[in-house]
T-cell receptor
Framework: AQSVTQPDIHITVSEGASLELRCNYS??????LFWYVQSPGQGLQLLLK??????LVQGIKGFEAEFKRSQSSFNLRKPSVHWSDAAEYFC?????????????FGTGTQLKVEL | GAVVSQHPSWVICKSGTSVKIECRSL??????MFWYRQFPKQSLMLMAT?????????EQGVEKDKFLINHASLTLSTLTVTSAHPEDSSFYIC??????????????FGPGTRLTVL
């Protein structure tokens, strides 16, 4: 069964500082990997995704993530954080099952940005 | 493109009543829709997978008779919480899978429905 681990429950960074959110996955084949962001009381917005090809993927809002198969990781990065980036971030791994792409989510990382 | 809506965005009901939540894909056809439940400050837990025109597949531990799912068309799935109790209070989020070949089976998420059972 697939699983996702986000080791950091909370992270606080200063505005303008760099950010890295960690994500490790467990999956038997090549995974489909996603990062989503959720603001309080809202649904999920897709930041970026990896299916195949270039292991460094660019997303929206200046985010990027790097797929490292040897480390089973898909860490999310941003060179300079903005106060509006404060939110909950979820890493997810997808599997193709009979009916579609079943997603398994990590427990999330709450990002706080200090001004 | 790829917009998913949910209605209502929030609902308050009395214990023992039933509540229906709608999930619509607005600009694409969704052969598969997913229903998730999210408790405060926790992750999303998949409740069931809904395929158009067939019965939903429920995850282990999810009561089929309490959470009725209907996927009658390619753009609409409904979740009915029957005989709701306070412990059913939660944030319910749906997603829809775009089955077109170029989408890599990506899921698009609705904005969620906050259910409060008094």
């Amino acid at each position: 069964a697939q699983s996702v681990t986000q080791p950091d429950i909370h992270i606080t960074v200063s505005e303008g500082a760099s950010l890295e959110l960690r994500c490790n996955y467990s999956y038997g084949a090549t995974p489909y990997l996603f990062w989503y962001v959720q603001s309080p009381g809202q649904g999920l917005q897709l930041l970026l995704k990896y299916f195949s090809g270039d292991t460094l993927v660019q997303g929206i809002k200046g985010f990027e993530a790097e797929f490292k198969r040897s480390q089973s990781s898909f860490n999310l990065r941003k060179p300079s954080v903005h106060w509006s980036d404060a939110a909950e971030y979820f890493c997810a791994v997808g599997a193709l099952t009979g009916g579609g792409n079943k997603l398994t989510f990590g427990t999330g990382t709450q990002l706080k940005v200090e001004l | 493109g790829a917009v998913v809506s949910q209605h209502p965005s929030w609902v308050i009901c009395k214990s023992g009543t039933s509540v229906k939540i709608e999930c619509r894909s607005l600009d694409f056809q969704a052969t598969t829709m997913f229903w998730y439940r999210q408790f405060p400050k926790q992750s999303l837990m998949l409740m069931a997978t809904s395929n158009e025109g067939s019965k939903a597949t429920y995850e282990q531990g999810v009561e089929k008779d309490k959470f009725l799912i209907n996927h009658a068309s390619l753009t609409l799935s409904t979740l009915t919480v029957t005989s709701a109790h306070p412990e059913d209070s939660s944030f319910y989020i749906c997603s829809a899978r775009d089955g077109s070949p170029s989408s890599y089976n990506e899921q698009f998420f609705g904005p969620g429905t906050r259910l409060t059972v008094l």
